[in-house]
């Protein structure tokens, strides 16, 4: 394997890389989004230059412009980075027993999901016996304001960071024709989410077929993955029974990777 020399006297040999990651990294160690001109004094780059960084960055979200306060903060895709090595890995194989568990507790099916952008990808899929296959395998990618997994993470995110991955209607899609498709749906449905402590998906991804959800938070609160149960609208079950067996298998995945356990309180 071939090693690039250090430049001389320390230069970066790629100035925009360099650049790119310093911002990201600056961002990283903030309380709160900051302002372009605050990144462009802070790290000694030109204001110019971090305008056009930070917009490229937004493009693939890895940063999110707040237009209203005129700041700019982390995305989603940064969040997703930094968390991939544990979710690619360890997070799937913690969670698959605890998910085949939790089928064979509810005899219904069950998923593990992480947010990717405005998706929601799943990980982990356990069917239970006699059940149909369902669209939720892993590798998967779907419109996280339609699934009971994307609601449950979305709850637990700053609304401003709502905000800017659901600016308008134009970034909703839909399945069944049903589920929010303007910001303002999707707030309510996530005020409700977090009133109810658990998300609720009814046909919005698949006729006939509803789940509940419950977010897995990491250490720093923030929702890391989401448990789902699955079945068909015309089995007659125990909700509250369902909900209950998702939180404690979120909740014990939440302790295995060193969150703070399932679901939560309010997003701020």
């Known amino acids: 394997m ?8 320390g230069t970066p040999q790629v100035p925009a890389a360099d650049q790119t990651l310093r911002i990201l990294s600056h961002l990283a160690r903030q309380r709160g989004p900051v302002a372009a001109r605050t990144i462009a004094d ?10 056009h960084l930070l917009s490229e960055m937004a493009r693939h979200g890895f940063v999110v412009h707040l237009a209203n306060d005129r700041r700019w903060g982390l995305g989603t895709a940064a969040f997703e980075l930094a968390g991939g090595y544990a979710r690619q890995e360890p997070l799937a194989r913690l969670g698959r027993p605890l998910l085949a568990a939790l089928s064979d507790r509810t005899g219904e099916s ?23 296959a369902l669209i939720t395998d ?26 800017a991955l659901f600016p308008d209607a134009r970034a909703f ?16 449905v996530l ?21 509940i959800g419950v977010a897995v938070r990491d250490h720093a609160g923030w929702p890391a993955a989401a448990v789902a149960i699955t079945w ?18 979120a909740t014990e995945l939440s302790r295995r990777i060193g969150g703070r356990g399932g679901s939560g309180p309010s997003a701020p």
Not at 42 to 51: C, D, E, G, H, K
Not at 191 to 211: H, I, N
């Open 138 to 163: 892993v590798g998967v990618r779907l419109p996280a304001p339609l699934t009971a997994t994307g609601r449950a993470m979305l709850a637990l995110l700053p609304r401003a960071q709502v905000r």
């Open 232 to 249: 068909p609208e015309d089995v007659a079950g125990d909700r509250d029974a369902l909900v209950e067996a998702a939180r404690a298998a």
């Open 110 to 132: 069950t998923h593990l999901a992480v947010m990717t952008g405005r998706d929601v990808l799943y990980i982990v899929e356990e069917r239970a016996h006699r059940r149909p």
């Open 191 to 211: 005020r409700e989410t977090r009133v109810r402590g658990y998300a609720e998906e009814d046909g919005e991804v698949t006729l006939g077929f509803r789940s």
């Open 2 to 9: 071939s090693v690039i020399p250090d430049s001389p006297a």
């Open 173 to 188: 899609a839909d399945r069944t024709g049903r589920g929010p498709t303007r910001p303002r749906e999707l707030a309510e």
């Open 42 to 51: 802070a790290l000694a780059i030109p204001r110019s230059t971090v305008y």
